[in-house]
Structures are given as C-alpha cells and as structure tokens.
C-alpha cells in the first residue's frame, strides 16, 4: 500500500506536536512517532481496524495515544 500524507495532515501533525514541545519535548517526540510509525504499519497491513463512518475508510487506533485514524479504505466494505 502506498502511505500519502495530505497537507492538511502534515501540517496538523507539526502544529501538535509543536504545541506539546512547549511544555514537554520528550512527549512530542514520542508522540510523532507513534503516529508515523502507526501509519507507517499501513504499508504492511493496510486492512487494520474498523470500517470507518465515511465511504470507502477505515479507523484504527494509535497506542499509546487515544485517538482513531481515519484513512481511505484499500478494499470494498465487509457485507453487513
């Protein structure tokens, strides 16, 4: 599976973790890091997780941090 970061992502991410570097450098280290190496496990395992809310996306967690990702699905929904 091919990973393309958006700006909009991209640009989300560095505002995040600039906003915890103020009060905790450590913290917003490892927090980029768990987001780029969960999405870069999408490479590997691109059907991880939940089918997600809007069409043709899938949800999945990134441990430690308690937010789901939403991303286009690779494949056609599991039939209800």
Known sequence: MRVRWTTTAADDLAHIVDYIRKDNPA?????AQTIYQGIAALRKFPDVGRI?????TR???????AR????AGTRKPRPS
């Open 27 to 31: 913290a917003a280290r490892r927090v």
């Open 52 to 56: 997600g809310l809007a069409e043709n």
């Open 59 to 65: 949800e999945s967690g990134l441990f430690p941090l």
């Open 68 to 71: 789901p990702m939403a991303r």
